[in-house]
C-alpha cells in the first residue's frame, strides 16, 4: 500500500488535503485504541506530509529490500507510473530551496 492508500486520498492531493485527511483519521485510530493503525497513518503522513516530502516519495520510494537491487528498481519505475510528479517548476524551487 502507498501513502495515498493509508490515507485515502487520491496522489494528486496538495497540503491542505493531506493533513485535513491524517486529522481525520487519527480521531479515528488514536494510539490508545488502535496503535498499529496510528502508527501505518503517523508514517503514510510524515512520507508525504508536504510538497517536498511527495517529490523525495515520487523520485526514491520503493518496497523491494535493497538487498536486491535489480527487482527494486524495477518495481520503483512500475510504481513510479502511479506518481503523480512534481511540475517542472515546482521541482526547480524544491532543488533550488534545498
Do not use: C, W
Not at 42 to 71: G, M, Q, S
Not at 90 to 95: A, F, Q, R, T, V
Amino acid at each position: 500500500m502507498t501513502p495515498y492508500d493509508y490515507l485515502g486520498i487520491d496522489s494528486n492531493a496538495d497540503d491542505k488535503t493531506v493533513r485535513s485527511a491524517y486529522l481525520e483519521l487519527i480521531k479515528t485510530y488514536p494510539p490508545d485504541r488502535a496503535p498499529e493503525r496510528f502508527k501505518e497513518i503517523a508514517n503514510a503522513y510524515e512520507t508525504i506530509k508536504d510538497e517536498k516530502k511527495r517529490l523525495e516519495y515520487y523520485l526514491f520510494n520503493t518496497d523491494v529490500p535493497i538487498d536486491r537491487p535489480f527487482e527494486a528498481l524495477l518495481l520503483h519505475i512500475r510504481q513510479a507510473g502511479k506518481r503523480k510528479p512534481p511540475s517542472f517548476e515546482k521541482l526547480k524551487e524544491i532543488l533550488r530551496n534545498g
